[in-house]
């Protein structure tokens, strides 16, 4: 007997028991994209479904662009972790998570097979349509754990995500090899940089010193919207592309 699930994308039924309830009045307004990180699939997805692993996610997607769902949307699954966005700390409670098959950083880190991603745009797009899900709550993992976690790394492609109309994204600025600020400076541009990350959503304190949270937070936008050099060292590409994304952002 075939099993309905929540999304108009072609997948099947995997259920994992890792889940909970929601809480009450609580939006479903952030998609969250993850790498498992794991040697193979088949290692991922047991422990996405292992009770005492106690982590899973919504849906988990192969190499070949087979979509399992794990957990039903209305549930809350246990992807995010210790984590914050725009000043939510609660971030399963108001997330759908996407697993995305790969080694990652460990484990011999490439790039996403093309049906795989073709799979992870479809897939997005109909939760982002049913859910109203805003371009720039499309988030990675490292964006709201930038000091615990890297994916799904710099090699995901948020351009062809947004090209199917999914995700907040812009051709970042040139690198010219400007040196603006890194760890251990301070001053009034320390403070305007921590300023412009907090106000994108980023988890920085506007001090005015480039401390170690700052350090993760540059390093997180670099590595989902200026991915070709990833280094937590704030450069004049680094500024100007945060600017243009925050200039694309609706005025409050």
Request: with cysteine.
């Given at each position: 007997m075939?099993?309905?699930?929540?999304?108009?994308v072609?997948?099947r039924?995997?259920?994992?028991?890792?889940?909970?309830?929601?809480p009450?009045?609580?939006?479903?307004?952030?998609?969250i994209?993850?790498?498992?990180?794991?040697?193979?699939?088949?290692?991922?997805?047991?422990?996405?479904?292992?009770?005492?692993?106690?982590?899973?996610?919504h849906?988990?997607?192969?190499?070949?662009g087979q979509?399992?769902?794990?957990?039903?949307?209305?549930?809350?699954?246990?992807?995010?972790?210790?984590?914050?966005?725009?000043?939510?700390?609660d971030?399963?409670?108001?997330?759908?998570?996407?697993?995305?098959?790969?080694?990652?950083?460990?484990?011999?880190?490439?790039?996403?097979?093309?049906?795989q991603?073709?799979a992870?745009?479809?897939?997005?797009?109909d939760i982002c349509g049913?859910?109203?899900?805003?371009?720039?709550?499309?988030?990675?993992?490292?964006?709201?754990?930038?000091q615990?976690?890297?994916?799904?790394?710099?090699?995901?492609?948020?351009s062809?995500?947004?090209?199917?109309?999914?995700?907040h994204?812009?051709?970042?600025?040139p690198?010219?090899?400007?040196?603006?600020?890194?760890?251990?400076?301070?001053?009034?541009?320390?403070?305007?940089?921590?300023?412009?990350?907090?106000?994108?959503g980023?988890?920085?304190?506007?001090?005015?010193?480039?401390?170690?949270l700052?350090?993760f937070?540059?390093t997180?936008f670099q590595r989902?919207?200026?991915?070709?050099?990833?280094?937590?060292?704030?450069?004049?590409?680094t500024?100007?592309?945060?600017?243009?994304?925050?200039?694309?952002?609706?005025?409050?």
């Amino acid at each position: 007997m075939s099993v309905a699930t929540d999304t108009g994308v072609k997948a099947r039924v995997h259920p994992s028991p890792n889940h909970d309830e929601r809480p009450d009045g609580a939006p479903i307004d952030m998609l969250i994209l993850h790498y498992t990180g794991m040697k193979t699939a088949e290692a991922a997805l047991q422990r996405l479904c292992d009770p005492a692993a106690k982590v899973s996610a919504h849906y988990f997607v192969h190499e070949d662009g087979q979509i399992l769902q794990c957990v039903p949307e209305a549930r809350r699954a246990w992807h995010a972790g210790k984590s914050f966005w725009k000043g939510e700390r609660d971030i399963n409670s108001r997330s759908i998570g996407i697993e995305i098959v790969s080694p990652g950083h460990e484990f011999g880190y490439r790039d996403f097979p093309d049906a795989q991603i073709e799979a992870v745009c479809a897939l997005a797009r109909d939760i982002c349509g049913r859910h109203r899900i805003l371009p720039w709550m499309v988030l990675a993992h490292s964006d709201i754990a930038p000091q615990r976690k890297q994916d799904p790394g710099e090699r995901f492609p948020w351009s062809q995500l947004a090209a199917a109309g999914v995700g907040h994204y812009l051709e970042p600025q040139p690198i010219v090899g400007n040196l603006f600020m890194q760890e251990g400076d301070r001053g009034q541009p320390v403070e305007a940089i921590q300023s412009m990350l907090a106000l994108y959503g980023y988890e920085v304190e506007v001090s005015g010193y480039f401390d170690g949270l700052t350090r993760f937070a540059v390093t997180a936008f670099q590595r989902h919207f200026r991915p070709e050099r990833v280094d937590g060292i704030v450069d004049q590409s680094t500024v100007e592309t945060l600017h243009k994304l925050l200039s694309g952002l609706p005025k409050l």
